[in-house]
T-cell receptor, first 115, second 114 residues
Framework: EAEVAQSPRYKITEKSQAVAFWCDPISGHATLYWYRQILGQGPELLVQFQDESVVDDSQLPKDRFSAERLKGVDSTLKIQPAELGDSAMYLC?????????????FGPGTRLTVL | AQSVAQPEDQVNVAEGNPLTVKCTYSVSGNPYLFWYVQYPNRGLQFLLKYITGDNLVKGSYGFEAEFNKSQTSFHLKKPSALVSDSALYFCAVRVTGTASKLTFGTGTRLQVTL
């Protein structure tokens, strides 16, 4: 069964350092999402891609966060500089399309700890 | 704005007993409703979804959910709980259109004991 791949699974960094997360969606999925999940809460959307284009980044803190999906396949989410409040689980998801009916399939996530 | 409420932080049930995890929603328009399960330090696994049609939706691992439009609810159910069902369960809602985000509830922790 195809799955969304993410790496690394865990990342510990010091504040003010740069970190990057990678995501490889299910093959053929045109839509890719990055979510942030703070402990005890549900995931919140950071950015949504349709192929290589950003369609929603309204919740992405653009002063420190950036995301790209250059060839419309895998994607990278970067934080620079990291802050203590960025400690969270970062989840990547993909779906065939962007319709409300399309199921989003999630990867295992990257647990970020900022010291 | 759309929203999801999961009124119970935790649900405790004995193995073999039926379980219900509650979810209510608020949207403008027709909702698309989803249930996901999350095990510790893992991503979310899709369980089932309601799009249209039959109000009773069957999903993975013996779970089902009932859509009730008048009560704006989408409760998750299972006839006989297993210890291995212990996890964090999230309800989520989306509406039609590509601009709609998937909005999650805060999650309900299910604890199944022997």
């Amino acid at each position: 069964e195809a799955e969304v791949a993410q790496s690394p699974r865990y990342k510990i960094t010091e504040k003010s350092q740069a970190v990057a997360f990678w995501c490889d969606p299910i093959s053929g999925h045109a839509t890719l999402y990055w979510y942030r999940q703070i402990l005890g809460q549900g995931p919140e959307l950071l950015v949504q891609f349709q192929d290589e284009s950003v369609v929603d980044d309204s919740q992405l803190p653009k002063d420190r966060f950036s995301a790209e999906r250059l060839k419309g396949v895998d994607s990278t989410l970067k934080i620079q500089p990291a802050e203590l409040g960025d400690s969270a689980m970062y989840l990547c998801a993909s779906s065939l399309g962007a319709l409300g009916t399309d199921t989003q399939y999630f990867g295992p996530g990257t647990r970020l700890t900022v010291l | 704005a759309q929203s999801v409420a999961q009124p119970e932080d935790q649900v405790n049930v004995a193995e073999g007993n039926p379980l219900t995890v509650k979810c209510t929603y608020s949207v403008s328009g027709n909702p698309y409703l989803f249930w996901y399960v999350q095990y510790p330090n893992r991503g979310l696994q899709f369980l089932l979804k309601y799009i249209t049609g039959d109000n009773l939706v069957k999903g993975s691992y013996g779970f089902e959910a009932e859509f009730n439009k008048s009560q704006t609810s989408f409760h998750l159910k299972k006839p006989s709980a297993l210890v291995s069902d212990s996890a964090l369960y999230f309800c989520a809602v989306r509406v039609t259109g590509t601009a709609s985000k998937l909005t999650f509830g805060t999650g309900t922790r299910l604890q199944v004991t022997l």
